[in-house]
């Protein structure tokens, strides 16, 4: 037998042993996670350095830094940098070798009696499986997945037979809602949805222009899974099912179909997935490149506010913990160093569409630089196809903005009753009480953030013709 000694010592091994083996796994775990540690190091390093990110700068403002001489500096020196240059507009076979799979689902010209981009699909495979079973806005949502179990019942509805083949029809927007963000697009959209020639989609913003297309599921995200362009289409499937049942019975529809991102305008931080390759600081397509070449026919609807008041909005609303008016200014501060630091080696819209530093700044500086985005759009749609709001005029007067919409959209006459529904509807996605507990932001901040803003409203308001877009309390009063 073995003595209580010998059992012992044997164990003590086996402890020693067991002690040992996850002491090598952890030095081996420890090795692995510094040489991680400093790959992302290296990296990070190439990519605030490199021309194209041209992000070098300090996150760790001294004291000094945030006296308010400096930061007047800091302003004054952008606003000696910004220069609103052209860009080179892509050719559609660009477009199409980036995009080959979303133009060949799409065709050149759209079904001529109906008022939205509709077409008819050829409908290859088994039919009878369930055709939104793997669609990746079901999967990731569940109202819409509820939407589209719905859908497949009556799905055999969408198939008919037209030139002697099975297809089902397809239709894109007629119109978008494209920003900005806290800017009342929420407001628009519920208002809009009352309209009784309207149908928007569920949910309100599918992002995906500007983030799904390319995988990416949240803002500053990397990407993953693709939405091919059918995915999106399903979304839009509601109203395709009513425009269809019009055209079978040779009887007309004056539905329009519509969706609201907000982030359409102005995101395009995905860009570097796309153009990997690119040697240049600017992204070579943008989103309303992608769009044009689709359907150059689209119209748009923008709504603005003061950008000032939006940043302090967008904070508010997106901000995690530890909001007040001092983190609020702080923060401003340090997104302005970051954008000054970055333009002294970049150009305008390379800063305003770099990745690194929207990720960086702590605060969304760049979406309030509406007429750089403006332009861009301008680039490739007509000034008619846009109509662009002020969420100031919007909730003075939501009767009249509405009427303006309405216009835009080529909608109908509306009943008394039905527009006074509509106008006198409670607005929508107002600031939450806790915020609102906050209180204003600080007195110094909000003379930066104008100082800051002063030029690029200036030049929307040239663009637009519109001195009200300066929101200068003058022009106000004017």
């Not at 000032?308 to 007040?324: A, H, M, N, Q």
């Amino acid at each position: 037998m073995i003595s209580e000694f010998e059992s012992s010592a044997v164990h003590l091994k086996k402890v020693d042993h067991e002690t040992q083996r996850r002491s090598a796994s952890c030095i081996w775990c420890s090795k692995v996670c510094g040489f991680i540690l400093l790959l992302v190091f290296i990296t990070a390093s190439y990519m605030l350095s490199c021309k194209r990110k041209t992000l070098l700068f300090d996150p760790y403002l001294m004291e000094e830094d945030l006296s308010e001489d400096a930061l007047r500096d800091v302003v004054q020196s952008i606003s000696a940098k910004v220069k609103f240059r052209a860009r080179r507009v892509p050719a559609v076979s660009e477009l199409i070798i980036l995009e080959e799979h979303m133009f060949s689902v799409a065709p050149k010209r759209f079904l001529p009696d109906v008022k939205n981009p509709c077409w008819f699909q050829e409908l290859r495979g088994d039919v009878s499986v369930d055709p939104y079973g793997s669609n990746l806005f079901g999967r990731s949502f569940r109202p819409i997945q509820h939407i589209f179990e719905q859908l497949s019942v009556s799905f055999r509805q969408l198939v008919t037979r037209h030139e002697g083949k099975l297809q089902r029809l397809r239709c894109l927007p007629y119109f978008y809602i494209i920003g900005q963000p806290k800017c009342g697009t929420t407001d628009l959209y519920e208002r809009l949805r009352l309209h009784p020639d309207v149908r928007l989609t569920q949910p309100k913003e599918p992002h995906w222009w500007s983030r799904k297309r390319l995988g990416v599921f949240q803002y500053g995200g990397r990407p993953h899974t693709r939405f091919p362009l059918d995915h999106y289409l399903d979304l839009f499937d509601p109203v395709t099912l009513q425009i269809q049942q019009s055209l079978l019975g040779n009887s007309s529809s004056n539905i329009i179909t519509g969706e609201a991102s907000a982030s359409t305008m102005w995101d395009n931080n995905a860009w570097l997935y796309l153009h990997g390759n690119s040697r240049g600081a600017e992204p070579p397509a943008l989103v309303q490149d992608f769009i044009h070449a689709l359907q150059p026919d689209a119209r748009f609807i923008a709504i603005l506010r003061d950008p000032v008041e939006r940043l302090y909005s967008d904070y508010l609303y997106f901000g995690t913990s530890d909001k007040s008016a001092l983190d609020f200014h702080q923060k401003v501060c340090e997104s302005l160093w970051m954008f000054e630091d970055c333009l002294r080696d970049a150009g305008l819209r390379a800063c305003v569409y770099n990745n690194t530093l929207n990720n960086a700044m702590s605060v969304r500086l760049q979406v309030g630089l509406y007429v750089v985005f403006l332009l861009d759009w301008l680039s490739v749609f007509s000034r008619d196809q846009l109509l662009v709001l002020r969420l100031e005029d919007h909730a003075l007067n939501p009767e009249l903005s509405m009427s303006r919409i309405f216009h835009f959209l080529r909608l109908g006459a509306l009943s008394d009753q039905k527009q006074r529904q509509i106008s006198k509807r409670p607005a929508s996605n107002t600031r939450r009480a806790s915020d609102r507990d906050l209180g204003p932001m600080r007195a110094d901040t909000r003379e930066l953030l104008s100082l800051f803003y002063s030029p690029f409203n200036q030049r929307l308001a040239q663009v637009l013709q519109d001195e009200s877009f300066t929101w200068d309390a003058r022009s106000e009063h004017a």
